[in-house]
């Protein structure tokens, strides 16, 4: 690995993360009226993309040329950024698994849970004593 390959790597990285960034701050502007599907793709499309760069953040943390060379500073910068991150996902999933856990226990009160998704299993929503129960999701 030549030392001009490098940084040049490392400028198309940054170079194609600003286009993401420009790419999903577009898109924000344009989903304030979407419907629910637009709304699941570009929620799906910028997890996808949030994994991608998790996952090279990762590996860049691995990178003996990187961890050489890093100073403190950066890493209380990665590490202050990343528990910030980390509470926000993780206040988002509190509560929306707990708002739709509410929201599908009054439609199921209600009677309005769509059958062909929820009960759409012969056997599933009953316990072995035949009594209705609602359907697990596993994550």
Not at 19 to 30: G, H, N, P, T, V
Not at 97 to 105: A, D, I, K, L, Y
Not at 106 to 135: S, Y
């Amino acid at each position: 690995m030549s030392s001009m390959g490098f940084p040049g790597n490392l400028d198309e990285w940054v170079k194609m993360q600003k286009k993401m960034l420009e790419i999903f701050r577009d898109a924000d502007s344009r989903l304030k009226d979407a419907d629910r599907l637009d709304l699941i793709v570009a929620s799906r499309a910028a997890f996808q993309h949030i994994i991608r760069t998790l996952k090279a953040f990762d590996q860049w943390l691995q990178d003996p040329v990187i961890i050489s060379h890093l100073p403190r500073e950066m890493l209380v910068d990665v590490w202050e950024t990343t528990l910030k991150a980390l509470q926000l996902i993780l206040e988002l999933d509190i509560r929306h698994t707990s708002g739709f856990r509410q929201h599908f226990e009054k439609l199921a009160k209600e009677g309005t849970l769509n059958p062909l998704v929820v009960w759409g299993k012969q056997g599933e929503g009953e316990d072995k004593k035949g009594k209705r129960v609602l359907p697990t999701t596993t994550i």
